[in-house]
């Protein structure tokens, strides 16, 4: 082949360019670089050799050589960025989520495995299945896999999940859309480990009996275990070698029961003695522990140490201190708090309290000079002195101690005894404690000068216990200083206008005070509202470097002097509103609304001192107001006089836009009350934002729905339906046994009622569903109700139909589609397997009648087959479930026994403890004893159960028997001949007491101590979490009275004193002063209750009954703080009667009418306010309460008398007989009694349901 022309030169000019630029770059590089020698490597000499002869051999190849393998480059180049840049099929990325551990439950509810996809994964067929095939867990474990979204695939177990195992998840190729590409088919997850913590490890004291001390502790654990497998790894041990436990008590000291589940153990030692040296306990759980599924064991063991004191150690003096606390009224007063290791009455240890003022230490003159010295040294200038002067006397809350440091004693053991002697002892008053023994402990004292405090609890003072004070505990503290500052006094944001017009100021250490008064104009007042919030006497402006008080006031200061006696007294003194409240000269529209800020004043310095102001809104009326929002959004608007307490007629009450123009106004009737339909549609400059009112030139406010003028009744019984009003339906929906068989037919019953009970239902639409349990709709039906309401309907199931949750639902039709839903009910279907075995359980010890003793308790069952011979080695488990419970026997069914056990102060819970698991013997008995005596410290209604397994299979049977355990003697039991709750004053009121013997006998107790207590609130001191000390009010028991009496077996009579109002407990107890009975019983009147309200403004309130009648007067007891006026409502979803009353005694007994055609529950709401000379100036001028009640069931009740043959035979009818007290449709239904026991039936109850209780509905607001 002959290469072409134009090639061979393209070649040979190549070439030539080639040498050139070689030669051109060489020459530049021996420019820059110099001459540089290089001699090439033998490899490359040899490439070079071998291209020369090419080049030779075959010059016209070369050029379409370079060309041939330049394109081959650029097409490999190509290649390969297409191959890079072609679609790719998208993997989809799996996430399998940690399982956490079992959430500790009465019903376990395992937690489910969550598998996250990162694109969309699921069939679309697969989304509404209840369960999917096509992926399975390895190892295997039962539960059902459903798709949560087309993102995410659940696992919802029906057992727990074992512990530190490894699972993998395996996807078939099919499960998932062809569509969808997966990185991989197999996914491994592991569960928690198993794992156990102590927890609650104490030297817990038996507070009726000090001398009983045990170690307790809790262990929790993450799985369950067997019993006896804790007992192997728990060890009690002394750090110090100390032997705290009785010579004859058997290692390991210790008894461990187990609850919830078996995922706690309660350890309770043996009776601890306390050592002669302080040591330590070591409470070691050694690793390995297994769960009860097998193969989990605890990776690492656990201990904790518990410090066990010894008898001189026990009780000490932990800490003292000197501190400030505020009382009721704001006043700070000086404290002395002692800290004690043990409990102990405070009145006990205030025995052993002394406290001195110590004189200032004297000053050695090598002292004097080093301080002298250390103060010519400090180099401040004396301008610099006086501006830090000048400072700290401006800026300093508390005036600071004239005492210098060199004159302060370092501590108790640098004051001599001679010193000591002559030091001022102190007096001191007892501040009560919350509880009768406590271990923190506080003395009120006053010291009105600076210095140091001796402190001293004298040696040999006792706790309970035994634990004896070893050795006198001596402290210096400084005396508590009280703080500089001024306060305005008393509550709220109102002052009476037809007072005397002067608000009461405190003050310390302030040779005087400035005033500045800002008052806001009364056409400003839908901006101070739209433009604050937070409180109506402090409130606070949205954007105050814009907008704030002066936009919209006029401002005026004032100076006031104050007769300075010394830095600890307090100064009371008076700001006088009389010449602000004039009408300005040049007719403005200022009224009654300021802004008041009192600060400390320099009158020396011409300068405020800072951190000493206070500032308060006021509102100077005479016009109080009270507002009740309704569920529909109207309200109900109520004026009082603030002076006399009477309503107000004739005044005006607008509705303010944001804008400032009324939206609605209306005048007060001769009550004081008028309404308003519903403003919660305006909008924009129409946006309501007060309630106004006018009384001639008098003026109040009250901003629109803002949150701190809405009372808070969350403390009250309010709760109930919600958005219940009279003119919606209700439906009530059952069936007539709960539990059908595939292929059963289900009937269904509905009533359906107007919430009035009034107008006419007949040819009223509704539309029922009913719905699977796969939630799939499987029949519809519509239907018009008849004039009473009821009607029913069945549904026939199949024999292939879903077993599960069945759901009926009921709805209202309107314009042809469903409007509400009227009410629901549910039902089972599952299928019923005849028993192949029949089980009897008994107990060790039968008590048809009362109560069994815990102690060596056995229960026994005896298992065998259908035809009667014994189920011999089958394996049969026990668990005893306990349920706190009280005495109560249907032949005492009047009286009300007291379960001495029972504890109000410690919360007992249900209990499960499992047995384990037996195999019966020769004859299909097993025996479990029950080991009750752990539980002997309360009174428990005891269910054994037990469960028989087949040979073959998981099919079992089970059974069950029950008692009443407890490990008392007796109980005392009373009836009274009246209601306890509300005894009118001088009412004769008594009971009847009986004492009964586990058999019910009755039996004669003696000597037994009856004491009547009297319950009143006091002040008692609490530490808060910053460490401030603040005063709160606190139920205590006062004891009244106190005598020796006798039950008989007949029984004791006696007569409650009702001599005076208040709250009263009459307890019994033994000679060995253990409670045997308590009651409590309540007298109401008219007098002045000192002492029994809490005084912090909440009301007492009791009605004289639950249940009243349309048009029953009801007779309210109203026990207040103050003597004062109030207003009573009766409120639902909206106000339905109301009526005024004043009162000048604590408690008072008032009456209000129940309206009629009132029907269902409702409200009883009363208000009060305080009387303007009331001396409870320091409480909150309004209290305020809700009582609920029920008005007409009972005539809605239906009596039927129904009548039957006490047996029937199969194939013959059944005659029913049955009657009424009126016309009315009635539906009789028979059902198997075992049906019912399957699902603990409960007899449809509509009345219960139509009339169930209703929430509070109404809102109400207030400044008074």
């Known amino acids: 082949m002959k290469t072409p022309a134009f090639l061979s030169k393209s070649s040979q000019m190549l070439s030539q360019c080639f040498t050139a630029c070689g030669r051109i770059l ?67 990325q799996v996430l399998v989520e940690a399982i956490p551990v079992t959430k500790l439950e009465k019903e376990l509810k395992y937690p489910p495995l969550i598998v996250r996809f990162s694109e969309a994964a699921a069939r679309l067929e697969d989304l509404k299945k209840t369960s999917v095939s096509g992926v399975r867990i390895e190892p295997k474990i039962a539960g059902v896999w459903s798709w949560n979204s087309d993102k995410e695939l659940m696992f919802r177990p029906t057992e727990d999940w074992p512990a530190d195992q490894n699972f993998k998840i395996i996807f078939d190729k099919k499960f998932f859309s062809p569509l969808v590409f997966m990185e991989r088919l197999a996914f491994e997850f592991r569960t928690p480990p198993f794992e ?180 010519g040294n400090t180099g401040q200038t004396g301008e ?28 108790a053991t640098d004051v001599p005894d001679e010193v000591l002697d002559e030091a ?35 040696k040999g003072v006792r706790a309970p216990g035994d634990y004896v004070l070893a050795e006198d505990h001596n402290a210096v503290v400084t005396v508590p200083e009280l703080p500089r500052e001024v306060q305005i006094e008393g509550q709220g944001g109102l002052l009476a206008l037809n007072g005397d017009r002067k608000l009461s100021i405190r003050s310390r250490a302030l040779p005087a005070i400035e005033y500045e008064v800002a008052r806001v104009a009364t056409s400003q007042i839908n901006h101070l509202v739209s433009q604050t919030e937070g409180k109506f006497e402090d409130p606070e402006f949205h954007t105050p470097t814009y907008f704030n008080k002066e936009n919209i006031s006029r401002i005026a200061m004032e100076h006031q002097p104050i007769a300075l006696e010394n830095k600890w007294k307090a100064n009371y003194s008076a700001f006088d509103f009389s010449e602000h409240l004039r009408k300005p000269a040049d007719g403005g529209s200022e009224r009654g609304l300021f802004f008041l800020t009192a600060r400390g004043w320099d009158p020396e310095k011409k300068k405020p001192i800072k951190s000493t102001s ?19 959004g109207g309200s109900d608007v109520f004026l009082m006089s603030i002076k006399s307490g009477q309503p107000l007629n004739g005044a005006t009450v ?43 030139d008098d003026i109040a406010f009250m901003p629109f729905a803002r949150e701190d003028r809405i009372l808070n009744f969350s403390r009250f019984e309010i709760e109930g339906a919600q958005n219940i009003g009279p003119e919606g339906l209700d439906a009530f929906v059952f069936t007539e046994r709960g539990v059908y068989r595939p292929g059963d037919e289900i009937h269904i019953g509905l009533v359906v009622k107007q919430r009035s009970w009034s107008g006419n239902l007949k040819g009223l639409p509704i539309e029922t569903e009913v719905l699977d349990a796969r939630d799939l709709r499987v029949q519809t039906k519509k239907l018009t109700l008849p004039e009473t309401g009821f009607t029913e309907l069945s549904y026939q199931t199949a024999n292939e139909s879903p077993t599960g949750l069945y759901t009926f639902n009921v709805y209202l039709i309107k314009d042809n589609r469903r409007s509400s839903l009227l009410g629901s009910a549910t039902a089972q279907v599952k299928e019923f397997l005849p028993d192949r075995m029949k089980i009897e359980t008994r107990l060790s010890k039968g008590a048809p009648r009362g109560w069994i003793h ?46 001495p056990l029972f504890d109000e102060n410690k919360n007992q819970q249900e209990q499960t403890v499992d047995l384990g698991e037996q195999k019966t013997d020769g004859e299909g008995h097993a025996a479990f004893d029950l080991q009750l005596e752990r539980f002997a410290d309360a009174t428990y209604a005891m269910r054994f159960i037990a469960e028989g397994f087949e040979g073959e299979g998981g099919r079992s049977v089970m059974g069950d028997v029950g008692a009443l355990v407890s490990a008392l003697p007796y109980v005392i039991g009373y009836k009274a001949d009246g209601d306890l709750r509300y005894i009118d004053m001088n009412k004769p009121r008594a009971i009847d007491l009986v004492a009964v013997d586990p058999q019910l006998n009755r039996i004669a ?57 208040g709250n009263y407990v009459l307890e019994l107890r033994d000679d060995q002063n253990r409670i045997l009975s308590k009651l409590r019983f309540s007298v109401v009147g008219h007098a002045a209750a000192a002492g029994a309200l809490e005084k912090n403004a909440e009301l007492e309130i009791k009605l004289n009954a639950k249940e009243y009648k349309a048009g029953d007067e009801i007779a309210v007891s109203v026990t207040a703080p103050y003597s004062g006026y109030g207003l009573i409502t009766n409120e639902r979803e909206k106000v339905y009667g109301y009526t005024w009353f004043q009162t000048n005694t604590a408690s008072s007994i008032q009456r209000i009418r129940l309206p009629q055609g009132f029907e269902g529950s409702g409200y009883v709401n009363v208000a009060f306010v305080r009387a303007l000379d009331s001396k409870e100036i320091f409480v909150s001028p309004l209290s305020y309460g809700v009582v609920p009640f029920t008005a007409n069931i009972e005539n809605r009740r239906l009596k039927i008398d129904l009548q039957a043959a006490a047996k029937a035979k199969p194939g013959e009818p059944l005659h029913i007989r049955y009657k009424t007290d009126r016309p009315s449709k009635i539906v009789i239904f028979a059902v198997d009694q075992g049906i019912l026991q399957v699902t603990d039936y409960k007899t449809p109850n509509p009345l219960a349901y139509l009339f169930r209780k209703c929430a509070l509905g109404v809102e109400t607001a207030q400044i008074v």
Not at 614 to 632: C, E, H
Not at 673 to 685: G, T
Not at 1009 to 1021: A, D, G, K, P, R
């Open 614 to 632: 206070d500032s308060r809104f006021l509102l100077v009326t005479d016009i109080g107001i009270l507002t009740k929002k309704n569920i529909d």
């Open 654 to 696: 607008e509705i303010l836009g944001k804008n400032g123009v009324p939206i609605q106004a209306a005048k007060t009737a001769a009550d004081g009350h008028c309404a308003f339909p519903s403003v919660e549609k305006s909008e924009r400059e129409k946006t309501p934002v007060a309630f106004v009112a006018r009384n001639g």
């Open 196 to 375: 156990i913590a102590i927890k609650e490890l104490e030297l817990y004291q038996d507070p009726t009996n000090p001398t009983q001390r045990q170690v307790t502790a809790t262990l929790e654990l993450t799985h369950a275990v067997d019993p006896g497998e804790l007992d192997r790894h728990v060890q009690l041990t002394m750090v110090g070698g100390s032997n705290i436990f009785p010579s004859n008590d058997p290692v390991p000291h210790y008894t461990l029961t187990y609850g919830l589940h078996r995922r706690l153990a309660y350890l309770r030692s043996s009776n601890v003695t306390l050592p002669e040296q302080e040591d330590f306990m070591k409470l070691e759980l050694s690793k390995g522990v297994r769960t009860a599924q097998g193969g989990a064991q605890t990776r690492e063991p656990a201990e904790q140490k518990l410090r066990i004191p010894s008898m001189t150690t026990a009780f000490q003096i932990e800490s003292v201190e000197g501190n400030v606390a505020r009382n009721k009224n704001g006043e700070p007063e000086q404290i002395i708090v002692l800290t004690t290791t043990a409990d102990i009455s405070t009145r006990e240890l205030a025995k052993a309290l002394e406290i001195r003022l110590l004189p200032k230490r004297k000053v050695s003159q090598a002292e004097k000079e080093a301080e002298v010295e250390g103060s």
């Open 26 to 92: 060489g020459q530049i590089a021996t420019t820059i670089f110099g001459n540089v020698s290089w001699r090439p490597p033998g490899w490359l000499s040899g490439i070079g050799h071998g291209w020369t002869r090419l080049n030779r051999a075959h010059p016209r190849l070369i050029a379409p050589a370079i060309i041939t393998i330049f394109l081959l480059l650029c097409g490999a180049a190509w290649t390969w960025n297409w191959y890079e840049h072609r679609p790719k099929p998208r993997s989809v």
């Open 424 to 458: 001022k002892r102190i007096e001191f008053t007892v501040v009560p404690s919350e509880k009768a023994q406590d271990r923190q402990h506080a003395f009120k004292i006053q010291v009105e000068t600076d210095g140091e405090l001796y402190v001293r609890v004298a």
């Open 1005 to 1061: 107790v003696e000597n037994v101590t009856l004491n009547l207590i009297v319950q009143e609130y006091v002040s008692v001191l609490k530490k808060q979490e910053n460490g401030n000390y603040v005063y709160e009010s606190v139920l205590k028991e006062r004891p009244a009275k106190s005598e020796k009496i006798s039950v008989a077996s007949s029984g004791y009579h006696y007569a409650l004193p009702t001599d005076e109002p």
């Open 384 to 411: 610099d002195s006086a501006a830090s002067d000048e400072e700290t006397d401006s800026s300093d809350e508390s005036v600071g101690s004239q005492i210098k440091e060199t004159e302060l004693w370092k501590s």
């Open 854 to 899: 815990p102690k060596e308790m056995q229960a026994f069952v005896a298992l065998a087959n259908l035809y009667g011979t014994p189920a011999t080695d089958r394996r049969v488990t026990g668990k005893v479930e306990l349920t706190p419970s009280a005495f109560s026997f249907s032949e005492f069914r009047d009286f009300t026994f007291f379960d």
